[in-house]
């Protein structure tokens, strides 16, 4: 079956550390993968897409991911996170028509 | 900003009232869905079309309904709310998979209570 894991909850990193937020997925063929992010009492905010070609995204914010084949992974990173960062975020991988979701990771960074 | 919208964006409504919960996008999409968000967070699709006149119904069983008149709005309507309904609505939509494009693109949401 096809489906995304996002194995955090919740990642707490202070302001200016680097960020991981993990994503995995299990889909059949060729993936096409997509982070997003939301905010307070809002929509989700399309942040990156991973397609085809360099294995390294970057996105919106100052966001990238790095599309790892062989682990099956399309973790997000930033180099140096801020307290404006603090959101949640969702993986997802496209599967037919439809965008399949991960649970969903809250980042929270602190000052 | 997006060009989806929701309306309303908070609603408390009594226990066996009827209510629709609006949502239009500008972007021509045949595309769209209706997600139910878990106060916990988790996304569940229980609605989508693709198309006018289309309709079908997502991963997650729900009492609501939906019709699909008019390819920029796609409606969702419960008979008779419960507490149960509380939850966020979130509607979204996309253009064909062309390899371009956003995947989706999302509506603000539509917190309801149900008291």
């Known amino acids: 079956a096809q489906s995304v894991a996002q194995p955090e909850d919740q990642v707490n990193v202070a302001e200016g550390n680097p960020l991981t937020v993990k994503c995995t997925y299990s889909?059949?063929?060729?993936?096409?993968l997509f982070w997003y992010v939301q905010y307070p009492n809002r929509g989700l905010q399309f942040l990156l897409k991973?397609?085809?070609?360099?294995?390294l995204v970057k996105g919106s914010y100052g966001f990238e991911a790095e599309f790892n084949k062989s682990q099956t992974s399309f973790h997000l990173k930033k180099p140096s996170a801020l307290v404006s960062d603090s959101a949640l975020y969702f993986c997802a991988v496209r599967w037919t028509d439809k965008l399949i979701f991960g649970t969903g990771t809250r980042l929270q960074v602190f000052p | 900003e997006a060009d989806i919208y929701q309306t309303p964006r908070y609603l408390v409504i009594g226990t066996g009232k009827k209510i629709t919960l609006e949502c239009s996008q500008t972007?021509?999409?045949?595309?769209m869905y209706w997600y139910q968000q878990d106060p916990g967070m988790e996304l569940h699709l229980i609605h989508y079309s693709y198309g006018v006149n289309s309709t079908e119904k997502g991963d997650l069983s729900s009492e609501s309904t939906v019709s699909r008149i008019r390819t920029e709005h796609f409606p969702l309507t419960l008979e008779s709310a419960r507490p149960s309904h509380t939850s966020q609505y979130l509607c979204?939509?996309?253009?064909?998979?062309?390899?371009?494009?956003?995947?989706?693109?999302f509506g603000s949401g539509t917190r309801l209570t149900v008291v």
């Open positions: 979204a939509s996309s253009e064909l998979w062309t390899g371009e494009g956003y995947g989706y693109t």
């Open positions: 972007m021509g999409h045949d595309k």
């Open positions: 991973y397609i085809t070609g360099d294995n």
């Open positions: 889909v059949s063929g060729n993936p096409y």
